[in-house]
């Protein structure tokens, strides 16, 4: 049967030989049947033409392992898994390669990876090397323990305390937040029910200091959910090498840590069109985050993808495909009501006298949330010398927090000079209408 199949295959390809399919059919039957120089030498051809054909290389991969030309093998496969980083068939070739090649701590490390992926996995020689004793449930205690130490190097995983009750204004952006991501994670039947498709993040842009990071907290805070906050100049300075790796082990404990805001800072990073980074992304680690937002290989439901950049031109547009950050969020500096509720936020439990809320926000244009944090934290160390000086507690009063007004200076100005400039040159679709509104530039 396998050899009359062979043989018709054969006979097909004398009439198209460049027909790459029918090759690699040919070249599948022949491995299964064992014949590894047959198949090898129809692989080769293929590779000819194709020199980065992935199904090739992994069928040369499976026969030099066969062959025991591990080291071969392990070439062949580092270079596949660069291309397809979540399949677990080659991770697992991978490790075993690399075992009988006697480099276990690499071993150790791919075999990790094909755990996550899929924590039922189960390999008697790995396990035997790698993870003792084999048994389904030892799986899950090993995955606990990868987990825990992925934790740790993040340390920034925390169950925030403040919600949307701590962040003052932003009363737009708190109602997107809610109806786009809030709701379909606590009623996901209703939406289905209507057909609307469930996923996707958010992008918050804007001018620095004007609470898109404290938001982020909030919402994970205002849903009870875990907090996982990466910089991802992070991933490229402390993870350079493993970047790819380090981003989908970040995406798995979100997805185990289930509901939790995944929240990436400093996204512009990513920016294929940066020039004046010290170093960007490169197109594999921006190709792996796509991926990891599609969540194909794996399913994203629980998790809440929040995304903040103060420079959103530098994104490649194709970061705001449906499903993937579909919704982009000007975050603006406060208005004058913003302004007074972020000041009863920040002075909130702390010694106050009455203070003129309403005249401290009208005399604070421009300032920014972490402008105004300033003036509070100026402030206190003043109320704290005199507190000092007198021998007894002073409440704070609208004249101190004025005096401190004058010490600082708003920082939102600056921003608007760059974003202006894209706004009326680079609006691709209206993106960045608000901005115009904002500086009350007629479209
Ligand atoms: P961004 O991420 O936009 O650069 P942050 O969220 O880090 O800004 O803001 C810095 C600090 O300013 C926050 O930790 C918070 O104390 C304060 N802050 C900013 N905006 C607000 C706000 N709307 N409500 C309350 N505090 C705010």
């Known amino acids: 049967m396998q050899e009359e199949l062979i043989q018709n295959l054969r006979e097909a390809l004398k009439l198209s030989p460049q027909n790459i ?5 040919l070249a599948e039957a022949l491995l299964g049947n064992n014949r590894m120089q047959e198949a090898e030498a129809e692989y080769k051809v293929v590779l000819e033409s194709e020199p980065q054909n992935i199904q090739a290389k992994a069928g040369l991969s499976k026969i030099y392992f066969a062959q025991e030309k591990y080291s071969t093998a392990i070439v062949i496969l580092e270079d596949l898994i660069e291309l397809k980083p979540n399949d677990v068939s ?6 075993r390669s690399l075992l009988r090649n006697d480099e276990k701590s690499k071993a150790m490390d791919y075999y990790k990876r094909a755990l996550q992926l899929n924590p039922a996995l ?3 020689e790995l396990d035997q090397y790698l993870r003792k004793p084999a048994a389904p449930p030892q799986a899950q205690g090993e995955m606990e323990q990868l987990l825990e130490s992925i934790e740790e190097e993040v340390r920034s995983m925390e169950r925030p305390t403040v919600n949307f009750d701590d962040v003052g204004g932003m009363q737009k952006v708190k109602d997107e937040i809610k109806i786009k991501i809030i709701q379909p994670l606590l009623h996901p039947e209703l939406y289905k029910a209507y057909g609307k498709k469930v996923g996707g993040g958010i992008l918050l842009y804007g001018p620095p200091g004007c609470g898109k990071t404290h938001l982020a907290r909030a919402t994970a805070g205002q849903i009870n959910a875990s907090f996982i906050s ?7 300075d402390m993870w350079s090498g493993q970047s790819e790796r380090k981003l989908h082990e970040l995406f798995e404990l979100a997805r185990r840590r289930t509901p939790c805001v995944l929240f990436f800072d400093e996204i512009d990073a990513l920016g294929a069109s940066r020039s004046d980074m010290r170093h960007s992304a490169n197109k594999t680690l921006i190709n792996q985050f796509l991926t990891e937002m599609d969540g194909l290989d794996s399913s994203n439901e629980g998790v809440l993808i929040l995304g903040a950049t ?5 994104l490649d547009a194709a970061f705001r495909r449906p499903g993937r950050f ?7 500096p406060p208005d004058v009501e913003g302004r007074n509720s972020i000041l009863k936020i920040l ?7 009455s203070i003129d809320y309403a005249a401290l926000a009208k005399q604070t244009p421009d300032f920014s949330g972490a402008d105004l944090r300033a003036v509070v934290d100026v402030t206190i160390e003043d109320k704290l010398r005199e507190s000092f000086d007198k021998g007894i507690p002073q409440p704070i009063r609208t004249k101190d927090l004025q005096a401190a007004i004058k010490q600082i200076k708003p920082s939102t100005k600056e921003w608007f000079n760059t974003a202006r400039n894209y706004a009326l040159y680079a609006n691709d679709s209206g993106l960045y209408d608000e901005i115009l509104e904002y500086l009350k530039i007629k479209k």
């Open 230 to 236: 990466v910089g991802i100049h992070d991933v490229l």
């Open 90 to 95: 080659l991770l697992m070739l991978l490790s």
């Open 122 to 124: 189960l390999d008697e």
């Open 21 to 25: 399919p029918l090759r690699l059919t």
């Open 347 to 353: 002075l909130k439990e702390k010694p106050v006298d």
């Open 326 to 332: 579909d919704r982009i969020i000007f975050v603006q």
């Open 310 to 314: 103060n420079a959103p031109w530098h």
